[in-house]
């Protein structure tokens, strides 16, 4: 959305595959999250990516994307959380349904076994404290 217009993200032939759930802006850079397997022609953008300098891309490269969907993203002091029905982020088996990009990998948010028994439906941040609301 520009001075009243929408408009799109990227040129015709480089948007998302499939639908987005989520959407975060955090200093010029525009994460979202959603159902997607490729953003702007990146095949390793699994259901999240980000839109810098005109085009879409994953969060770091190769081997960095999610085994299925996201519905929340949050951000806090460079560190990306987010939420939804995966069960692996980024080769992390541990990530189940909640995970954080950091330093260019994601990793569970607790070690081994930290994960969630039920998909994420929402999350908000409150200080240093990420909250994820479950659901069965």
Excluded at 36 to 49: L, N, R
Aim: glycine share 20%; net charge negative.
């Amino acid at each position: 959305f520009n001075s009243g217009d929408c408009v799109t993200l990227g040129v015709a032939g480089t948007w998302l595959n499939q639908g987005v759930r989520a959407v975060v802006i955090d200093g010029g850079v525009i994460y979202a999250g959603g159902y997607f397997t490729d953003a702007g022609g990146d095949s390793d953008a699994d259901y999240i990516a980000k839109f810098e300098s005109g085009a879409w891309s994953s969060l770091g490269g190769a081997g960095t994307g999610l085994n299925a969907h996201v519905i929340t993203i949050a951000i806090d002091g460079g560190t990306i959380y987010a939420g939804g029905g995966f069960t692996n982020a980024g080769g992390d088996a541990d990530a189940d349904r909640i995970a954080k990009f950091s330093g260019g990998a994601w990793s569970s948010l607790g070690g081994a076994n930290s994960g969630l028994s039920s998909r994420v439906k929402r999350s908000r941040l409150t200080g240093e404290l990420f909250m994820p609301a479950v659901v069965s």
